[in-house]
């Protein structure tokens, strides 16, 4: 039986949109669906940088023609940033050296994304990456099923690249309902052989236009067998879209969350989130 605590830590001024972050060396990497920057917070010092993604980079880019970077994930010394592919401007990956701090690669991957929609039989109005992990072999990409067909869909990827390369597994889930609105992937991490996932209730039918937040709810599934191991409502009331790990300690994980306030507003809520098993 997993039980869960949630609990605020701290607020990071200057970020706004949180979408997706990374907890290393005592700081956060993270992201904002409105922003084409990276930003650092210096968890001790509390100060705060940001690295340019694009050239001539906004943090409240207008919503017609942001980038959308809606999931990152981490390996060895390399970010990667997704952008949810809802539209055809949201295609990017931009691929971050953590060592250097300047962005190394930026890809196109309209390809990818093309052929994901058709494998995962998921039309383009419905197709929205919100969570991206890669363990230096395989990359699992999460498609949030918040559009009228409601496709929580995880990809998994693997080949030589992202853009000509590539072979693609499929796997659909039913996700729980709150208040009668079914839940749908906004992040995920991998924590040895598990991935511990996000999804959140919003009233839309939409992948675009935002609808009102019915919660969230934290998950499990084994990366063997790709089957949901657990599910558990840690809200009623928060868009939990980020989530990264910790530590773990005894038969203690522990996770820091972000939440996307889906104003302009620059600042954003980090969370802490345990999961104990007993």
């Not at 701290?10 to 956060?28: E, H, M, P, R, V």
């Not at 929609?117 to 999460?142: H, M, R, V």
């Not at 991490?189 to 959140?200: M, Q």
Request: with cysteine; aromatic share 12%.
């Amino acid at each position: 039986m997993e039980k869960f605590q949630l609990s605020l830590l701290f607020k990071i001024i200057g970020l706004g949109s949180a979408s997706g972050l990374i907890y290393q060396d005592n700081s956060i990497l993270a992201i904002g669906d409105n922003s084409s920057y990276l930003y650092e917070y210096t968890i001790d010092s509390q100060k705060l940088e940001k690295h340019a993604l694009i050239e001539n980079p906004q943090e409240n880019t207008p919503k017609k023609v942001k980038l959308d970077f809606e999931a990152i994930t981490k390996f060895e010394n390399n970010i990667y940033i997704f952008g949810s592919g809802s539209t055809e401007n949201r295609n990017k990956m931009v691929q971050f050296d953590t060592t250097t701090k300047k962005v190394i690669a930026t890809t196109d991957l309209s390809d990818l994304y093309l052929v994901m929609q058709s494998f995962g039989k998921i039309t383009p109005d419905d197709f929205n990456i919100e969570g991206a992990i890669y363990n230096g072999q395989s990359w699992y990409l999460f498609n949030r099923g918040n559009g009228k067909t409601n496709k929580n869909v995880v990809f998994t990827i693997d080949g030589e690249n992202l853009t000509n390369d590539f072979r693609i597994l499929a796997n659909e889930y039913k996700l729980p309902k709150i208040k009668g609105v079914r839940t749908s992937f906004t992040d995920a991490i991998l924590v040895e052989d598990k991935i511990y996932f996000l999804a959140t209730a919003e009233n839309t039918e939409s992948t675009y236009d935002d609808g009102e937040v019915l919660g969230s709810i934290v998950g499990r599934i084994d990366t063997t067998t790709m089957k949901i191991e657990f599910t558990k409502k840690i809200t009623d009331t928060h868009k939990f879209e980020g989530i990264t790990f910790s530590k773990k300690s005894g038969n203690e994980t522990e996770f820091f969350l972000c939440e996307d306030n889906d104003t302009e507003v620059l600042e954003s809520n980090i969370f802490k989130l345990v999961i104990s098993e007993k």
